[in-house]
């Protein structure tokens, strides 16, 4: 008589994938519409302008932005994160526009709100998109000073707040700023709006599409001062703990797929919901793949969707929300 081997253990993990039906019952992560949102450029030009580093994505005009969104609550997607595209000579040194309430991004909020009331709306916190340095921080002398951008990215969230905007998303990477909007929401009378943190923001390469579509590249040096080393995560934690202390609603990380380690480990040491946003440059790859019949579109959206879900978001921003939740709707 031999020993028993593995082989003669009664134990078949096949038996649980047997049939769709089985495979539904034992599923431990769902995605659902209700779990996107829906990143969306804006421009004040009257037709749509595409993206040519994002195939199918446009700057769209106020009047379509509504129709998106409108067709996106249809499916059950419940948010929409704005970025603007703002003219070049509206853009100095301070991101004056940033805080003008007859502003693009201002304009946009206002007409989504009236139209969708239920809507989330949410906004981006940085400079970037309307500095003529293309930093998410002040420039003084060649260096992102910290300390001077707070009192900007502060005017920036309450001139959102004031426009109707239900969570203002700060995704400059400044020591301090979550607790220094808290204080100027709550201040201006806006304890109700919440932040949503780009809590770990890496310096990414993944961000080149995005920069494309808003002409919001950096005019001279990189990010890396102020956004984090993909070598790191311990430092996530840290970031995202810090951010929680100062009021963090919900604590983001971003890129998605290259970091799904750093959504467990934030996920594990918070208690705050954890997003992540799938960037530009995840999805510019995968559009150029099913471009080239390399691999199937609809494919990959739910399994890289459903990845990032597993590693322990909570909430996803995707450019592909529309089509996930037609897939999965
Ligand atoms: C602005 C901002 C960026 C993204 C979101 N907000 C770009 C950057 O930091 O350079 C990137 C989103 C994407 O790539 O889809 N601070």
């Known amino acids: 008589m031999s020993e028993p081997t593995l082989y003669d ?21 769902r995605l659902s519409p209700e ?3 829906a990143p969306l450029f804006v421009t004040h030009l009257d037709k749509p302008v595409s993206v040519a580093s994002m195939p199918g994505i446009a700057r769209l005009p106020i009047p379509e932005l509504v129709a998106r969104a ?13 970025f603007p595209a703002i003219e070049p000579e509206l853009k100095d040194e301070h991101a004056s526009e940033a805080t003008n309430d007859g502003g693009l991004l201002m304009r946009a909020v206002r007409a989504l709100k009236a139209a969708l009331p239920e809507l989330v709306v949410i906004t981006d916190v940085a400079m970037d998109p309307y500095s003529s340095d293309g930093h998410d921080g002040r420039v003084i002398d060649g260096r992102i000073d910290n300390d001077a951008t707070l009192p900007i990215l502060e005017r920036m969230a309450v001139a959102q707040a004031r426009a109707g905007a239900d969570w203002v998303a700060p995704s400059d990477m400044m020591d301090g ?21 780009y809590a770990a923001k890496y310096a990414s390469a993944f961000y080149g599409p995005f920069r494309d ?5 950096p005019r001279a ?6 956004q984090m080393d993909p070598a ?3 430092e996530a934690v840290r970031e995202a703990a810090l951010d929680e202390l100062e009021g963090a609603d919900v604590a983001m990380v971003k890129p998605a797929l290259p970091y799904l380690d750093v959504i467990a480990k934030v996920r594990e040491a918070l208690s705050i919901p954890v997003a992540a946003y799938q960037v530009s440059g995840e999805y510019a790859m995968i559009e150029a793949v099913a471009a080239n019949g390399w691999m199937g579109r609809d494919a ?3 399994e890289t969707l459903v990845s990032i879900r597993r590693a322990g978001a909570d909430m996803v921003l995707t450019y592909h929300a529309q089509r996930a939740a037609e897939l999965v709707g």
């Not at 134990?11 to 599923?27: E, F, M, T």
């Not at 409108?70 to 704005?82: D, E, F, I, K, W």
């Not at 700023?177 to 943190?197: T, Y």
Request: charged share 25%.
């Open 9 to 29: 253990l009664p134990i078949r993990p096949r038996r649980n994938r047997r049939s769709a039906g089985i495979r539904a019952l034992v599923r431990e992560t």
């Open 213 to 217: 579509a808003l002409d919001s590249a």
């Open 70 to 82: 409108r067709s996106l609550t249809a499916l059950g997607v419940p948010a929409v994160a704005l």
């Open 221 to 226: 040096g990189d990010k890396k001062t102020y």
């Open 232 to 234: 790191n995560g311990r």
């Open 177 to 197: 700023r979550v607790g220094a909007i808290r204080g100027a929401l709550d201040d201006a009378g806006f304890a109700d709006v919440g932040i949503l943190a």
């Open 300 to 302: 990959l959206i739910l």
């Open 35 to 37: 779990q996107l949102i």
